[in-house]
T-cell receptor, first 115, second 113 residues
Framework: EAGVTQFPSHSVIEKGQTVTLRCDPI?????LYWYRRVMGKEIKFLLH????????ESGMPNNRFLAERTGGTYSTLKVQPAELEDSGVYFC?????????????FGSGTQLSVL | GDSVTQMEGPVTLSEEAFLTINCTYT??????LFWYVQYPGEGLQLLLK?????DKGSNKGFEATYRKETTSFHLEKGSVQVSDSAVYFC????????????FGSGTRLLVRP
């Protein structure tokens, strides 16, 4: 079974540019999450999709970040325009349900560097 | 709000040494507690978990006990191997949030032969 896949693995862009990160969850997983780790600090929750609907986007830092999940399959996270403080590792995770004991499967992350 | 604090790294040990990575938490009620591990070039993997006080999670020789009285969930291993070199994250999931994980800042472990 394929795991959670993220593209690209690394991205280096200049301040002010746009970057789009992609996440392919495990097939059949309705729940998709985005997290990020900035500056080697704690990993923070960004948002949660159930199928194509945003269930919780309380962790999105500002309106420069836009997440979509058209058709309830893969998801994209766009940063426009990127700022220096957006540098970090962006993780995607998926799960079949969203119950308390549901296991989350994480991707290997996208390392974003904004110069 | 809920939070997790874990010891800063890096932690450098020789092979077969004893490992402890401290983790304490702040949360209301009885959260579930987790340790995740990220090996180089890979995604986060669940290492172990505990869902109630005094539970002990264990996996691959690692152990952690849910201590409600000290709000701690320290990770231990009796004899580390070079292959254990990774970043370890302590995390909690609050009682009222079935899906949202709150992580600590991670501790890098380097095991030398």
């Amino acid at each position: 079974e394929a795991g959670v896949t993220q593209f690209p693995s690394h991205s280096v862009i200049e301040k002010g540019q746009t970057v789009t990160l992609r996440c392919d969850p495990i097939s059949g997983h309705d729940n998709l999450y985005w997290y990020r780790r900035v500056m080697g600090k704690e990993i923070k929750f960004l948002l949660h999709f159930v199928k194509e609907s945003k269930q919780d986007e309380s962790g999105m830092p500002n309106n420069r970040f836009l997440a979509e999940r058209t058709g309830g399959t893969y998801s994209t996270l766009k940063v426009q325009p990127a700022e220096l403080e957006d540098s970090g590792v962006y993780f995607c995770a998926s799960s079949q349900g969203a119950w308390a004991n549901e296991k989350l499967f994480f991707g290997s992350g996208t390392q974003l560097s904004v110069l | 709000g809920d939070s997790v604090t874990q010891m800063e790294g890096p932690v450098t040990l020789s092979e077969e040494a004893f490992l402890t990575i401290n983790c304490t938490y702040t949360a209301t009620g009885y959260p579930s507690l987790f340790w995740y591990v990220q090996y180089p070039g890979e995604g986060l993997q669940l290492l172990l978990k505990a869902t109630k006080a005094d539970d002990k999670g264990s996996n691959k020789g690692f152990e952690a006990t849910y201590r409600k009285e000290t709000t701690s969930f320290h990770l231990e291993k009796g004899s580390v191997q070079v292959s254990d070199s990774a970043v370890y994250f302590c995390a909690l999931r609050a009682m009222d949030s079935s899906y949202k994980l709150i992580f600590g800042s991670g501790t890098r472990l380097l095991v030398r032969p």
